[in-house]
C-alpha cells in the first residue's frame, strides 16, 4: 500500500501520506461511525417518542370516553329521577287543587283546618 501511495503521489507525499493514513483511516472510521450513530439514533428516538406518546394518547382518550360514557350515564339516571320527581310533584300540586275546588269553605276569608293541611302537604 505505502508503494502505491509513493508512486502515485511522489517520494515526499507518499511517504507523508503512509505516516498519517492510520490516523486518517482512524478518524474516518470514527467520524463515520459517529454520522451513523447521529442518523440511526436520531430516527429510533423519534420513532421512540412518538410510539410512546401515541399510546400515551390513546390510553388518554380511551380514559377520557370512559369517563364521558360513565359521566352522560349517571347524568341520564339523574335525569330520569328528577322528571319521577317533578311528575309526582306535579300530581300531588294537582290533588291539592282538586281538594281545594271541593272545599266548601274555600269563599271564605278564613282558612279552614282543611285548607291548613292542605298548606302544610306542600311543605
Known sequence: MSSFLISLFGKRAGVALVKFLPYL???????????????????????????????AIQEERSRQSEANEEALAEARQRQLKLERLLHERNTEIE????????????DRRAISDDSVFRLNRLR
Open 25 to 55: 483511516l482512524v478518524v474516518s472510521i470514527v467520524l463515520l461511525t459517529l454520522w451513523w450513530v447521529d442518523g440511526n439514533g436520531y430516527d429510533r428516538g423519534v420513532e421512540a417518542t412518538e410510539h410512546k406518546y401515541q399510546t
Open 95 to 106: 290533588e291539592l287543587l282538586l281538594e281545594g275546588s271541593e272545599d266548601p269553605d274555600a
